[in-house]
């Protein structure tokens, strides 16, 4: 399904796959246009099939014109069903896709992946990014295993975690005193001025957006090749959740899925929720916001996709929802006591977000939902601190054993 | 009075190649009405037929997005400076 266009998502206007976002005439976003598979289904599956077990394996599906490698091997991550978590929730058929299983420990390296190597193809030879934490880390990584230069552009505040890891491969880190939306402001306007920089979320966002389709072509094949009822999914600009959808569009479209798009749920933080407010309120426009949540990795207030997101909730029997700071802490808890999977805070609003489905009745208890844990809690180590004790004791048996008698009493 | 308006690289084409323009007015929306007036081309890729922006174009008053502000009726004062840029990027 060779890439043929660029094509404005707004008017349609076209243009050749280069190092564009924005449509001239209307300012709309620019998304890769595909020519139809040249392939029957059966024939497309068994490339797949036989393909490498990284997100290179859709390589047919992805906007690469040479063939698609990379220096740090991405994607392929585990689809885990979530009994336990289900039995809490009072559902039968719930799917965790755990992208914490990925190089830098976030979906963040699939799109740089895409991004960095349609790059190298359109020869720029630095790599950049405006992130909310994880996207540093990916791009910071990607570029050290390419040998290219990285610029990282992040709130000043970020969290520490995201900070030290993405600095530890080399890149140059610029804190920027405002918010996410003030990073993405003046990202966009360096990227209009420094020629042989790739913004991977700025000039090629396009190739990078494309690179979250992979999560859906994942979780299909590791269903067995079959569609979940429902998704749950992050929001901060709404590229991965539309980019989702897209994903298993194409494939019904190409035969290779049988079925309708799930109905896709988004999940945002209150603190956050521009597209949640729209959704709510019956629009597609998203009033901007400013930020106040500890899911600094959803922290957009200004979401690039947003009305698309709200569309897509719309005509899919989904929605999108917000919840809490408390309920993002219980959300990152469920899931860790459930399913042994540690999420960072946008996986808290995720989990937090599928329980509040699950207790409005909005999901049929049969219905096979999956939710995508999009980051590590190794990176959001303070969202979970005052939940866990630690008991110190001298090294005596009798120590030990006053304090299990201790734990006894208060069970 | 005076305000500057700076221009993504995606409108300077239709800016005779200028990265920057200089356009009177007492509120952002004069502002770029006169800005229009310099370079007629600029206004159908900013606004629409209702005169409102594009869905997918940002103004900033000295950093600060307009719809924090008043919108387009936002006053500026002399040697203000006015941004527009595209709104798909980041995420």
């Given at each position: 399904m060779p890439a043929e266009a660029l094509k404005c998502k707004e008017c349609s206007t076209a243009y050749p796959l280069e190092a564009r976002y924005v449509c001239e005439r209307c300012f709309?976003?620019?998304?890769?246009?595909?020519?139809?598979?040249?392939?029957?289904?059966?024939?497309?599956?068994?490339?797949?099939?036989?393909?490498?077990?990284?997100?290179?394996?859709?390589?047919?599906?992805?906007?690469?014109?040479?063939?698609?490698?990379?220096?740090?091997?991405?994607?392929?991550?585990?689809?885990?069903?979530?009994?336990?978590?289900?039995?809490?929730?009072?559902?039968?058929?719930?799917?965790?896709?755990?992208?914490?299983?990925?190089?830098?420990?976030?979906?963040?390296?699939?799109?740089?992946?895409?991004?960095?190597?349609?790059?190298?193809?359109?020869?720029?030879?630095?790599?950049?990014?405006?992130?909310?934490?994880?996207?540093?880390?990916?791009?910071?990584?990607?570029?050290?295993?390419?040998?290219?230069?990285?610029?990282?552009?992040?709130?000043?505040?970020?969290?520490?975690?995201?900070?030290?890891?993405?600095?530890?491969?080399?890149?140059?880190?610029?804190?920027?005193?405002?918010?996410?939306?003030?990073?993405?402001?003046?990202?966009?306007?360096?990227?209009?001025?420094?020629?042989?920089?790739?913004?991977?979320?700025?000039?090629?966002?396009?190739?990078?957006?494309?690179?979250?389709?992979?999560?859906?072509?994942?979780?299909?094949e590791q269903l067995g090749w079959e569609l979940p009822d429902r998704v749950v999914a992050p929001v901060a600009s709404g590229s991965l959740f539309t980019k989702v959808a897209r994903g298993f569009q194409e494939w019904i479209d190409a035969g290779l899925l049988a079925g309708e798009l799930p109905a896709m749920h988004g999940a945002q933080a209150a603190g956050c929720s521009p597209v949640a407010q729209a959704f709510a309120a019956g629009t597609d426009v998203c009033r901007p916001v400013k930020p106040d949540t500890i899911a600094k990795s959803l922290a957009i207030g200004n979401p690039a996709d947003g009305p698309y997101a709200v569309d897509l909730a719309r005509r899919t029997g989904g929605s999108v929802e917000s919840v809490t700071d408390d309920e993002i802490r219980a959300g990152i808890r469920l899931l860790a006591e459930t399913t042994g999977i540690f999420t960072e805070t946008a996986g808290g609003v995720t989990t937090a977000v599928l329980a509040k489905l699950a207790e409005s009745g909005a999901i049929d208890p049969d219905e096979r939902v999956v939710a995508y844990i999009t980051g590590d809690g190794l990176k959001t180590l303070d969202a979970v601190r005052d939940g866990v004790e630690l008991a110190q004791i001298d090294a005596r048996f009798e120590a030990f054993e006053a304090i299990e008698a201790v734990e006894e009493v208060v069970a | 009075m005076a305000v500057t308006v700076k221009l993504p690289t995606q409108l300077r084409a239709a800016a005779g190649g200028a990265a920057e323009a200089s356009a009177d007015g007492s509120t952002v929306g004069e502002v770029l009405q006169a800005l229009y007036a310099q370079h007629g081309e600029l206004r159908d890729r900013i606004a629409g037929e209702d005169g409102e922006l594009r869905r997918f174009v940002n103004v900033y008053l000295k950093g600060e997005d307009i719809r924090f502000l008043d919108g387009l009726a936002t006053p500026v004062a002399d040697g203000d400076e006015v941004t527009i840029l595209p709104a798909v990027a980041g995420g």
């Open positions: 709309g976003p620019l998304e890769v246009a595909y020519r139809p598979p040249s392939s029957d289904a059966p024939a497309l599956k068994r490339r797949i099939q036989a393909g490498p077990h990284t997100l290179w394996r859709y390589a047919d599906f992805l906007p690469l014109q040479g063939p698609a490698r990379s220096a740090l091997p991405t994607g392929w991550t585990p689809l885990v069903r979530a009994d336990r978590l289900a039995e809490r929730l009072g559902l039968r058929d719930v799917w965790i896709k755990n992208e914490t299983a990925n190089p830098t420990h976030s979906f963040k390296d699939r799109v740089v992946s895409v991004a960095l190597a349609r790059a190298l193809e359109l020869g720029f030879d630095t790599v950049a990014c405006a992130s909310t934490g994880n996207l540093a880390g990916a791009v910071a990584a990607h570029a050290a295993a390419a040998g290219l230069p990285a610029y990282v552009f992040i709130p000043a505040d970020l969290e520490a975690e995201k900070i030290l890891s993405a600095g530890a491969y080399g890149a140059r880190i610029v804190g920027v005193r405002g918010t996410y939306d003030d990073v993405n402001r003046l990202c966009t306007e360096i990227s209009g001025e420094r020629d042989g920089w790739a913004f991977v979320n700025v000039n090629v966002r396009p190739y990078y957006a494309e690179g979250s389709k992979t999560l859906a072509f994942e979780t299909a | -």
